[in-house]
């Protein structure tokens, strides 16, 4: 993005002369001198001259109490963003797509609940039974919201990236998607390996993927089932994105957060980038600013990969998932409406999951009626 390079550069010019030429830039901004506001309230900043660089994204992300959870031999972390509140549905992903898995390791990301939520005290004390219990949560010390999901998606990085420098691969998804993990890790060991059996699921399903994934820069892999281009510019509403953040007509390409793959290299740059990002130019939109403005600003990109992800309402996952062997990430009726009750909802998961457990097992391949 042209003018973040080039509001920095003149930041830039602007801290030189303030610290007195005597430290350079770099080191400036890897000591974070400078002040950063409280991101949990969304960033209204005015009358800001440009003289000061600050405030930059600041992830609030407690890391001594956030400890490692994952091996250091996992090859993958599969970070799902997730709600505080959503206890039983991550209980629901655990028994089902988010089952223990070999060398890979499932993390929830969730974040404070807000005093103004009916028992919220209750919601932290089962967060802290799920932490002792599970391992596999992750609290980013901002108050759940939908601007503060771009939080999430940082602080899942800056965790992984302090705790697991060495784990190659992550793969990003949601608690409201039923998503094909055993796919998701077989595309994982492939970039690892580099190999693929001829008569292993994805040769057989997707052999061009295969090849994609064979002949691919590890280092630069940061790839998503679906790849966005062109998509218009909205300036108001949830997915509004103000004309002072992105003046242009059309967003910058991303991926949708329904899943990507990031190599840790990626990841670092990421990271990077995210602590000399200028908040005011933050799009509070998760997927499209961490795939999109921030990986402009890391001066990466995320490209499209051949996985299939489908956006239904049927609340039907699990025929889908029958009738196409490569659907790997499927909105669930908690995304997208639909699905009768609570409990109905929780089932598509379990019924997706035995198709998900069937397709995969070489012995049991045709898989019947859903
Ligand atoms: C993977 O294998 C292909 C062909 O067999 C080779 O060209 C490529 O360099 C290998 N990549 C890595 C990362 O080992
Ligand atoms: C990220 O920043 C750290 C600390 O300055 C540096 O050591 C590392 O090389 C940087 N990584 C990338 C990918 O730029
Ligand atoms: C799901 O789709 C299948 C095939 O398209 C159909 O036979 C089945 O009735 C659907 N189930 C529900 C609950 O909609
Ligand atoms: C795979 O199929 C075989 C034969 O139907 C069955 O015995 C086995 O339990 C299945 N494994 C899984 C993981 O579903």
Not at 251 to 269: A, D, Q, T, V
């Amino acid at each position: 993005m042209w003018f973040i390079r080039k509001n920095l550069a003149s930041h830039a010019y602007a801290i030189v002369f303030f610290i007195l030429f005597s430290i350079c830039l770099y080191i400036t901004f890897y000591d974070k001198k400078f002040p950063t506001t409280s991101p949990i309230s969304i960033p209204l900043i005015t009358g800001r001259t440009n003289i000061s660089p600050g405030p930059y994204l600041d992830v609030h992300l407690d890391l001594a109490t956030n400890w490692a959870m994952c091996q250091k031999h996992d090859y993958l972390i599969i970070y799902v963003l997730s709600t505080i509140t959503n206890v039983q549905r991550r209980q629901v992903i655990r028994s089902t797509w988010g089952s223990k898995q070999k060398d890979v390791c499932f993390v929830f990301i969730v974040g404070q609940v807000s005093g103004t939520t009916e028992n919220a005290g209750e919601y932290q004390l089962k967060i802290n039974n799920e932490k002792r219990e599970h391992h596999d949560v992750v609290q980013i010390d901002h108050f759940e919201s939908y601007a503060n999901v771009i939080y999430k998606e940082i602080a899942a990085l800056k965790w992984a990236n302090h705790f697991y420098p060495d784990i190659p691969f992550l793969f990003k998804t949601d608690d409201d998607l039923i998503v094909d993990t055993i796919l998701v890790s077989s595309i994982g060991k492939v970039l690892v390996t580099n190999v693929s059996l001829r008569d292993s699921f994805l040769v057989q399903n997707r052999p061009n993927l295969v090849s994609t994934i064979i002949s691919s820069n590890r280092e630069t892999f940061f790839r998503g089932g679906w790849a966005m281009d062109y998509q218009p510019t909205l300036r108001s509403g949830k997915f509004g994105v103000s004309e002072k953040v992105w003046p242009h007509a059309v967003l910058p390409h991303y991926c949708s957060g329904f899943g990507w793959f990031m190599s840790k290299n990626i990841r670092e740059h990421l990271v990077n980038a995210s602590l000399i990002y200028p908040i005011e130019k933050a799009a509070w939109i998760g997927d499209v600013f961490v795939s999109g403005f921030l990986a402009n600003a890391a001066n990466v990109k995320c490209t499209g990969l051949e996985i299939d992800f489908d956006q239904t309402n049927s609340a039907n996952c699990s025929c889908l998932m029958v009738n196409n062997p490569m659907l790997t990430v499927c909105s669930s009726s908690f995304h997208s409406g639909g699905g009768g009750t609570e409990m109905e909802r929780y089932l598509e998961y379990q019924k997706a999951w035995q198709v998900i457990q069937l397709r995969h097992n070489s012995s049991d391949r045709k898989i019947g009626a859903c």
